[in-house]
């Protein structure tokens, strides 16, 4: 959450509160979508209107028009009350924002396939068969071949694969004889890993949420410690997705605590998962804006890469020494450190990655592009759009922050030195 205080890089938002309605945007339809963002974010944690209103010392009624967009929120204490009760920074309750949401088509086919519940009349009935299931050759097969398309950042291929990859572990969970039950357990939470990842990354985490938990109990139902892990791990990300970095610090540090106390000496697997969780750590602490906790935790990932001694992919984490330094890139940008951003990703050498981990090198070129924005060295910034894009143009497309930079970029755009900007736009569908 960021106060309103002159030390705050949203500090020109929250004056705007005391200028004029040009500056403040605080037109209907910004108001509206103000109001609808303290409505979401109330409703995410669960808080019923006379409840907020009561911790921020407003009337029900008075909190109620804000919803709905008839009142602005016009005092910096409630505006810092808000952000500190609802998880939302200043810039959230004094600016309208453009909508770069991009809808992933496949998600519909995905929930729905979630929703299924293939298999549950057997579960109930055994006389009753709903179809046989595949065998697990094929479905270790296609979850490779489906992890392999997540790495390459495939996304639509993947979303086009998933839904019947879900429906048939599911069936295979329930179908299976008594012997095989574990291996489809297994193959099930492979599964819903690949889904929770595709998920949070195409701008689905409370979808890619119910995945994630999918995934953990199936680890639990075939007694795998170690995909229990893997699922702790991709959950983290999700909850930081969701704006929920104490609840991903909680989840990654008490599975690493247990994971490090049960890993076998020279086990490359637990190591590397290990590791990984650390760096759910190293992101959870910098949406927190935490630099001394995200330094603590990149010594401790640093250690586990250095024991292992190499890059690896073990449960398609793509863990190691390269990663850890991507993520420090990634915590200075999300902390505002620019230059720290730019040296560090100076000493990258993206080329002893896998070839096929295409999302790795292209989270490179984005983070820089907003190292560089932050600068407002727009033409750099863009060029690194652009080479991002070379490689992967539908994490452009999909991501997020990525599409709020070209949106950011758009607003304060001068042609001549960022001629190429509005065709990396459209094609992203933000202009």
């Known amino acids: 959450m960021l106060a309103c205080h002159p030390g705050n890089r949203s500090f020109r938002n929250c004056a705007a509160l005391s200028g004029d309605d040009t500056h ?90 979630m929703m299924s519940y293939d298999g549950l009349s057997s579960l109930i009935d055994p006389r009753q068969v709903e179809g046989s ?43 299976a004889p008594a012997h095989r039950r574990w291996t489809y357990q297994t193959l099930r939470s492979l599964t819903y890993h690949c889904a929770t990842t595709t998920l949070r990354r195409v701008g689905e985490p409370d979808l890619a949420w119910l995945a994630a938990d999918r995934s953990l109990t199936a680890a639990e139902e075939a007694e795998r410690p170690l995909l229990a892990a893997v699922s702790a791990y991709r959950l983290g990300y999700v909850f930081v997705r969701l704006r929920e970095p104490d609840a991903a610090l909680g989840l990654v540090l008490r599975a690493a605590d247990a994971l490090h106390r049960s890993v076998r000496h020279g086990d490359p697997r637990s190591l590397s998962m290990l590791g990984a969780l650390y760096l759910v750590a190293v992101t959870a602490a910098a949406a ?31 863990f190691g020494l390269t990663n850890v330094t991507i993520h420090e890139v990634s915590a200075a940008v999300e902390s505002g450190d620019a230059r720290q951003a730019i040296a560090k990703a100076e000493t990258l050498d993206v080329e002893v990655m896998a070839p096929g981990l295409v999302g790795r090198r292209a989270q490179v070129h984005l983070d820089l592009a907003r190292a560089y924005a932050i600068q407002r060295k727009d033409a750099a910034s863009v060029n690194m759009l652009l080479l991002a894009e070379q490689l992967s143009p539908e994490l452009v497309r999909y991501g997020g922050r990525t599409r709020e930079l070209l949106a950011q970029l758009l607003k304060r755009e001068h042609r001549a030195s960022t001629p190429q900007l509005r065709g990396l736009a459209t094609r992203a569908g933000i202009a």
């Not at 479905?139 to 495939?154: D, K, M, S």
């Not at 330094?295 to 398609?316: H, I, K, S, Y």
Request: hydrophobic fraction near 35%.
């Open 24 to 113: 403040r945007g605080d037109g209907v339809d910004a108001r509206k979508d103000i109001g609808q963002r303290i409505a979401r974010a109330r409703r995410r944690r669960g808080l019923s209107q006379a409840v907020l209103a009561g911790l921020i010392g407003r009337s029900e009624s008075w909190l109620s028009q804000v919803e709905r967009g008839q009142r602005r929120v016009d005092s910096h204490s409630v505006i810092n009350a808000l952000g500190e009760i609802l998880g939302l920074a200043a810039e959230d309750l004094t600016t309208a924002k453009t909508d770069t949401t991009m809808h992933y088509q496949a998600a519909s086919a995905i929930r729905h396939a």
């Open 133 to 175: 299931p595949e065998s697990f050759v094929w479905l270790r097969h296609e979850i490779r071949r489906v992890n392999r398309l997540y790495q390459a950042t495939q996304y639509d291929e993947v979303g086009r694969r998933l839904p019947g990859l879900i429906v048939a572990t599911e069936l295979g969970s329930r179908h």
């Open 288 to 318: 927190q804006h935490d630099r001394t906790a995200v330094g603590a935790f990149l010594t401790q990932a640093r250690r586990v890469a250095e024991r292992l001694g190499e890059d690896r992919n073990d449960f398609w984490s793509a």
